[in-house]
T-cell receptor, first 114, second 112 residues
Framework: DVKVTQSSRYLVKRTGEKVFLECVQD?????MFWYRQDPGLGLRLIYF???????EKGDIPEGYSVSREKKERFSLILESASTNQTSMYLC?????????????FGNGTRLTVT | QKEVEQDPGPLSVPEGAIVSLNCTYS??????FMWYRQYSRKGPELLMY????GNKEDGRFTAQVDKSSKYISLFIRDSQPSDSATYLC????????????FGQGTILTVHP
């Protein structure tokens, strides 16, 4: 089974802190994604990466950056955390970019910014 | 207007009921359609996918796509308490390089 592991289940940070969310996958997938999930808004794509050191902005990249130095690891960085970034963050990976995109998700990191 | 609209519910049904979950979309470029299921405190998992208009069946689940109306549905027959979860529709265009657009998710509870 594909395993996508997010390093923290719950995280509490203060406004202005720099925050790192880590994600590791064990299936040699080329593509990795960061989404945030908010009630009433569903999943929104922040950034994705289709190769090592390659990244693309998603729909809501403002206030975030990413790092992918190794194929299996994709990090989401909040440069200066703000209260409106309180959310559930979901990392995903996938092998296909064609017809079927079967995203394999981690169990999420619930981030609270106070 | 969101590209994908999904009634968030919540939806509560008795065990054995037929459940209908629906999404509408506005982007004609969407060609591939998926349903993900998300249990509480877990990440979403792929349930079904299809890329053509019509029906696709998998056990108690049927995915239906009507591209002319820009409308997709997921039907669950003989619903079980274990079906209680959030159901998310997701869509992709042919050129979106793996990027999915999700609906808001519908919270479903099946009570015994």
């Amino acid at each position: 089974d594909v395993k996508v592991t997010q390093s923290s289940r719950y995280l509490v940070k203060r406004t202005g802190e720099k925050v790192f969310l880590e994600c590791v996958q064990d299936m040699d997938h080329e593509n990795m994604f960061w989404y945030r999930q908010d009630p009433g808004l569903g999943l929104r794509l922040i950034y994705f990466s289709y190769d090592v050191k390659m990244k693309e902005k998603g729909d809501i990249p403002e206030g975030y950056s990413v790092s992918r130095e190794k194929k299996e690891r994709f990090s989401l960085i909040l440069e200066s955390a703000s209260t409106n970034q309180t959310s559930m963050y979901l990392c995903a990976s996938s092998l296909d970019t064609g017809v079927l995109v079967a995203l394999h998700f981690g169990n999420g990191t619930r981030l609270t910014v106070t | 207007q969101k590209e994908v609209e999904q009634d968030p519910g919540p939806l509560s049904v008795p065990e054995g009921a037929i459940v209908s979950l629906n999404c509408t979309y506005s982007n004609s470029a969407f060609q591939y359609f998926m349903w993900y299921r998300q249990y509480s405190r877990k990440g979403p998992e792929l349930l079904m996918y299809t890329y053509s208009s019509g029906n696709k069946e998998d056990g108690r689940f049927t995915a239906q796509v009507d591209k002319s109306s820009k409308y997709i549905s997921l039907f669950i027959r003989d619903s079980q308490p274990s079906d209680s979860a959030t159901y998310l529709c997701a869509m992709k265009s042919g050129t979106s390089y793996g990027k999915l657009t999700f609906g808001q998710g519908t919270i479903l509870t099946v009570h015994p």
